[in-house]
């Protein structure tokens, strides 16, 4: 069976700006599939040429087994594609957009009529109806073009950042939502750089940045690669700097430690990479206190993906974020989005 | 009926049962249903718009209407027959205001268009599996032409009130020809235009200088007589003064027929059948001159 969305060796260039370098990755029918990165490292790029906005430099793209570049139109029934920003009529109602957009998708008057009320249903939106979408708020808005993605019941759902901006409670009705559509064999392809949301949602994930993939699996996978329990460990609540150096040459001693750094902007806590085992926390304990060092508080973790970004590119998530803000040029970016 | 209870609402499905008979569609829809369907659906779509903000409308209504009380005021003392035979001045400028109202509303259709563009609607549109794109373009056309034509009749009507005189029913079909005709021409235009500039504010700048230059250099305010022979010259390739001179004609003979002589331009004698074979070729000449735009961006 055909993979229901294949990449292969995608390139995108737009002038001297080479948004996309090589990305490949490959969605099994039924999965909810995270493309996670900074702001800018191609993500937008990647799915607007899936969703035929955009044909590629080089590459293959495939939806179904279906190529997007040589069969636009087959491919475009099979892909409901949600945008970052939603765009919407504000004149129409909610179900006059549908009602469009069951048209655009040559859904029979009969069926479509169905079709509508089932999806404003699946997302609570019947009583939003038949109001003009220009009152909707936020949430409502991105519900509605949910609601119009997902209209023609496509095999690959494809969502630019569905949560960007959006309150706690139309988050989770979000995440609620994609979970239920999983469960009904629907593919979904989510974009995002909130690392909990892919976390949270993603049976595979895929880590890009500056155009390239430099990581893949499943999100345990991911943190198992990098290897290694969190633990953070607090000596006072604020310890002074020599009693912090004291505790690393001592923790750094123990054979399962593999890395200990002292956390300044945490009262001189301590983060600590050990090799996963159940005892790690009551040695690190009993070693303290035969040195007689206090200890405040101490706390294991697994790896977040954060890590898994941090040990990829040598720069947390939030670091590329702040670096990408300075160089881009958002007035190039809204033109050759603009077809 | 609308007073029926809806239906028991059973356990949602995602996936609706008849999810794959939507998808591969029964025995291969007809190209030409589907694109129908999608032109209507987009047409409906301008005119909800119309029905619901009219202001637009209204102002296109009102401003051809001061435009006959006005102008028309403003040469009211002017000697009899110096406009030709018509009575008035107000009789003469009947013609004008049908074709640069016309003009001026077809001139505006890429506007919507290219706010779609700028919002993301456009992309809801181009992510579709449309049957063809230009469905896009032909809904504008449908909703622009019928527009003008809607301003035509009120036109025809004050007009016909303030004592220009009503032509016949033929004549009135002529008119609707002719405003049909320039109105599709200059929708492609503009829509080309909608699909090539970068922005609302470069389309409305080129509007800006497309709007009143034509309607001077045409023959819409004051005959060719009247104008040096430069200007006369530019008016005569001006496509609106052969949409101009047919229905002026119309409105000052009751006799007319296709080979009636409605223009005397520099080079020889504008026929009124010549003056409709020169528009239906400017349509050609502008829905042909926009499919490589449109295809830029549409294909």
């Not at chain 2, 296109?60 to 009899?80: E, K, Y």
């Not at chain 2, 520099?266 to 000449?285: C, E, H, K, R, Y």
């Amino acid at each position: 069976m055909a993979p229901a969305v294949l990449v292969q060796n995608l390139q995108k260039r737009y002038g001297s700006v080479e948004a996309v370098k090589d990305v490949s990755f490959q969605i099994e029918p039924g999965e909810i599939f995270g493309l996670l990165g900074p702001n800018g490292a191609g993500k937008t790029t990647t799915l607007r040429i899936l969703c035929t906005l955009s044909a590629p430099d080089a590459g293959r793209v495939e939806v179904s087994g279906i190529s997007v570049v040589d069969n636009p139109r087959v491919a475009r029934q099979c892909l409901g594609y949600v945008a970052q920003e939603v765009a919407l009529d504000k004149i129409l109602t909610g179900r006059e957009l549908l009602q469009l957009q069951a048209a655009l998708y040559h859904l029979p008057s009969a069926a479509a009529k169905e079709r509508i009320n089932q999806v404003l249903s699946l997302l609570n939106l019947e009583e939003w109806a038949d109001i003009r979408t220009g009152n909707y708020s936020g949430g409502l808005r991105k519900r509605i073009d949910l609601a119009a993605g997902l209209l023609h019941a496509p095999d690959v759902l494809v969502l630019d950042e569905p949560t960007v901006g959006l309150d706690i409670e139309s988050r989770f009705i979000v995440w609620n939502f994609l979970r239920q559509l999983r469960a009904s064999g629907t593919t979904v392809l989510i974009t995002s750089h909130y690392l909990e949301e892919i976390d949270a949602l993603a049976d595979q994930v895929a880590i890009i940045d500056r155009g390239l993939v430099i990581a893949a699996g499943t999100p345990t996978q991911l943190k198992d690669k990098i290897g290694g329990d969190r633990v953070t460990l607090r000596i006072r609540e604020f310890s002074p700097i020599e009693e912090a150096n004291k505790a690393k040459d001592l923790l750094q001693s123990l054979p399962f430690v593999q890395e200990v750094i002292i956390n300044s902007d945490q009262g001189n806590s301590l983060n600590l990479v050990v090799a996963p085992q159940n005892d790690a926390l009551s040695a690190i304990q009993q070693s303290m206190n035969l040195a007689g060092l206090p200890t405040f508080g101490i706390a294991q973790s697994r790896p977040s993906l954060d890590d898994v970004y941090l040990a990829a590119t040598g720069r947390t998530l939030m670091d590329a974020e702040l670096a990408a803000a300075g160089t881009r040029d958002p007035k190039a970016e809204r033109k050759r989005n603009m077809k | 009926m609308s007073g029926t209870v809806t239906p028991p609402k059973p356990d949602i499905n995602l996936q609706p049962a008849a999810s794959t008979q939507l998808d591969v569609g029964e025995s291969t829809p007809s190209f030409l249903g589907e694109l129908v369907q999608e032109t209507l659906a987009l047409t409906r779509r301008l005119f909800i718009q119309l029905q619901r903000r009219p202001s637009t409308l209204i102002a296109g209504i009102i401003q051809p209407v001061m435009w006959l009380v006005l102008f028309g005021a403003l040469f009211q003392n002017a000697p009899q027959g110096l406009f030709g035979n018509s009575q008035s001045y107000g009789q003469f400028l009947g013609a004008g205001v049908i074709v640069f109202t016309a003009f001026g509303g077809a001139l505006n259709a890429g506007l919507p268009v290219m706010f779609d563009r700028e919002f993301g609607f456009l992309n809801r549109l181009l992510v579709a599996p449309l049957a063809s794109r230009y469905s896009i373009v032909l809904a504008s056309a449908l909703f622009i032409v019928s527009q003008s034509l809607l301003q035509a009749a009120v036109i025809v009507a004050v007009a016909a009130f303030l004592g220009a005189g009503l032509p016949d029913i033929a004549g009135i079909g002529a008119i609707a020809l002719i405003v049909f005709l320039l109105a599709l021409g200059v929708t492609a235009l503009s829509l080309g235009l909608a699909f090539t500039l970068p922005g609302h504010i470069e389309l409305i700048a080129v509007i800006f200088v497309t709007n009143l230059p034509l309607l001077f250099a045409s023959t819409a305010l004051a005959p060719l007589s009247f104008m040096p022979k430069w200007l006369q010259v530019v008016a005569t390739l001006n496509p609106l003064s052969y949409a101009i001179e047919p229905i002026r004609y119309l409105y000052l003979h009751s006799n007319w027929g296709l080979s009636s002589v409605v223009m005397q331009a520099p080079w020889g004698n504008v026929t009124f059948g010549g003056a409709l074979l020169i528009l239906l070729g400017f349509n050609l000449v502008a829905l042909l001159s926009i499919q490589p735009l449109l295809r830029r961006t549409l294909a």
